[in-house]
């Protein structure tokens, strides 16, 4: 199971960069949709049903080449 998108952690072994990236996500999620009688809509209770990284680019560089995500024992 992974853990949520905003745990993770990258880091670019091009320039080193450990806190700017661009991070493309696809995420499917169910939510309560709460209309009033007027219509005005109010979302709660939204859940994620899967979520998956599909690229993260380094902002310093522009390029994902060399992004590596890093594991909980080296943060
Ligand atoms: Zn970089």
Redesign the pocket.
């Known amino acids: 199971m992974w853990a949520a998108v905003d745990a993770r952690r990258y880091r ?6 450990l806190t700017r990236f661009d991070v493309t996500t696809t995420r499917r999620t169910r939510a309560f949709h709460h209309f009033t009688v007027g219509g005005e809509l109010t979302v709660e209770d939204e859940e994620v049903l899967s979520e998956v990284v599909e690229e993260v680019s ?6 994902g080449r ?2 590596e995500e890093l594991r909980e024992s080296e943060v």
Do not use: D, I, L, Q
């Open positions: 670019c072994a091009a320039c080193g960069n380094c902002r310093w560089c522009g390029s060399a992004v």
